[in-house]
């Protein structure tokens, strides 16, 4: 059982409500637009860390984090990218991967809006954990937490961070 903290869009901004959130967790996640190399090695100091570059990321962020990662873990097929699209309507970048092979966990970031949906076509989970940082249209910023237990996905808890200012 791993229990996996997920964010998204923090566009290099550090909130100490982190720690709390992911003290908990085994491991962080993020779907990109970190934001700096400085906030990526804070998250790394914290838990075991594993991320994607997103299109504000620079030279170094790109050259640390790969654009999409595959990996499976608890048994769960994990593919994460930042720009992602939804069930329905997946980007042209990502689209021939996801139908190609579908993982059982798709993670994108991107759009600041947070939202689950079960892709009842290709048999996947997918989340977009909204925005963490400050940056963007978002109101509120959120994160996700949830549980990876032999091929399972459960105990999951949308976290509102506090309003966007």
Known sequence: MKRIGLLSDTHGYWDDKYVTYFAPCDEIWHAGDIGSMELADRFEALKPFRAVYGNIDDYKTRAAY????????ENVDVLMTHIGGYPGRYDPSIRAQLYARPPKLFIAGHSHILKVMYDKKLECLHMNPGAAGKYGFHRVRTLLRFVLDEGD????????IGQQV
Not at 66 to 73: D, E, G, H, K, V
């Open 66 to 73: 790969p654009q999409t990662l595959r990996f499976t873990l």
């Open 153 to 160: 996905i459960r105990e999951l808890e949308v976290i509102e």
